[in-house]
T-cell receptor, first 113, second 112 residues
């Protein structure tokens, strides 16, 4: 299994509060991604990173920001959480021998009340 | 507009039989196609992939077929086992190390 951890695994927060989710990898892969999974939508890309300090927006980036100051860590911040951001968030990495294969972390279930 | 479509939300198959999961795509720029399996409360697990220069890739009980002219791919599982019961996602990308575009998933139930 790829060495990807996510923290916290579960979080309940109130509308309007900031929230930061962490993804940590031990594979030294250059590329990291944040997706969210919602019923009826599959997985959708929020942001991704192609190197330290290099990030780009995905399909559903509004209300989210990211930072990557080290190869191993990719942080996702909800600046002011809303109920529409209640979801399961998955981090993924790529950059191994087969460049197009991505490997996912266990996910963070976030509930915004 | 959905670029990757899995038109069957669910599929039920008897143990030992073949499971066939289908996926269609609209973007002709996609070069790589992947299948993931997902159990509840876990992250998606990579299953098998295929690049657009091939039309078939096999790994044990799992085979993926790609028909580029029809923009269609399928995952065959033979023989199906109860442990294969999960949600299967089809995904596509334009090149290596780029974000994946996912279908909405198909829930496979393998009945003993």
């Amino acid at each position: 299994d790829a060495g990807i951890t996510q923290s916290p695994r579960h979080k309940v927060t109130e509308t309007g509060t900031p929230v930061t989710l962490r993804c940590h990898q031990t594979e030294n892969h250059r590329y990291m991604y944040w997706y969210r999974q919602d019923p009826g939508h599959g997985l959708r890309l929020i942001h991704y990173s192609y190197g330290v300090k290099d990030t780009d927006k995905g399909e559903v980036s509004d209300g989210y920001s990211v930072s990557r100051s080290k190869t191993e860590d990719f942080l996702l911040t909800l600046e002011s959480a809303t109920s529409s951001q209640t979801s399961v968030y998955f981090c993924a990495i790529s950059g191994g021998l087969v460049s197009y294969e991505q490997y996912f972390g266990p996910g963070t279930r976030l509930t915004v009340t | 507009d959905q670029q990757v479509k899995q038109n069957s939300p669910s599929l039920s198959v008897q143990e030992g039989r073949i499971s066939i999961l289908n996926c269609d795509y609209t973007n002709s720029m996609f070069d790589y196609f992947l299948w993931y399996k997902k159990y509840p409360a876990e992250g998606p697990t990579f299953l098998i992939s295929i690049s657009s220069i091939k039309d078939k890739n096999e790994d044990g009980r799992f085979t993926v077929f790609l028909n580029k002219s029809a923009k269609h791919l399928s995952l065959h599982i033979v023989p199906s086992q109860p442990g294969d019961s999960a949600v299967y996602f089809c995904a596509a990308s334009r090149s290596g190390n780029t974000p994946l575009v996912f279908g909405k998933g198909t829930r496979l139930s393998v009945i003993a």
